[in-house]
């Protein structure tokens, strides 16, 4: 079974927390994504956008810890958040590239032209976090 994840926007942790793959219809900006681990992803995104090695990136605040049912949710942190919401197609463009082109999405069903379309959605649901004041969250489910 794929990997599948809805970035989203939420007011707080707990409204977060609440969110799971059965409950899709909450009216929430958000985006239903597949095929990539959306975890490592935001770690690379940021390295990207900011030109720093991923070591260096500190990785997603859990909100919900990944356990046996595979599910959890995380915090996308301030920088790529605002880095996501204030870039323009050309620039998301460019960081997909590079995202597609990394070694470690080998493995990944994830080409130049679908990253392209995952960095724009994603900074859409982005845009409006920022444009709200609230946070921008991401479940996951990996059976």
């Not at 301030?78 to 995202?99: F, K, M, P, Q």
Request: glycine share 10%.
């Amino acid at each position: 079974m794929a990997i599948t994840m809805e970035f989203f926007v939420a007011g707080s942790d707990a409204m977060a927390a609440g969110m799971r793959p059965r409950d899709r219809d909450h009216g929430l900006p958000a985006v239903f994504l597949e095929g990539f681990y959306p975890e490592e992803a935001v770690l690379e995104w940021e390295s990207l956008f900011i030109g720093e090695p991923v070591r260096r990136i500190t990785g997603p605040r859990m909100v919900v810890p990944i356990k046996n049912d595979g599910f959890g949710v995380f915090e996308v942190g301030e920088v790529l958040r605002t880095s996501l919401a204030g870039s323009d197609a050309r620039r998301l463009g460019e960081i997909a590239d590079l995202w597609a082109a990394l070694d470690s999405r080998l493995d990944d069903e994830v080409s130049a032209e679908e990253a392209a379309g995952i960095l724009r959605e994603v900074g859409a649901v982005a845009k409006e976090a920022t444009k709200t004041g609230q946070g921008l969250y991401c479940w996951l489910f990996a059976p």
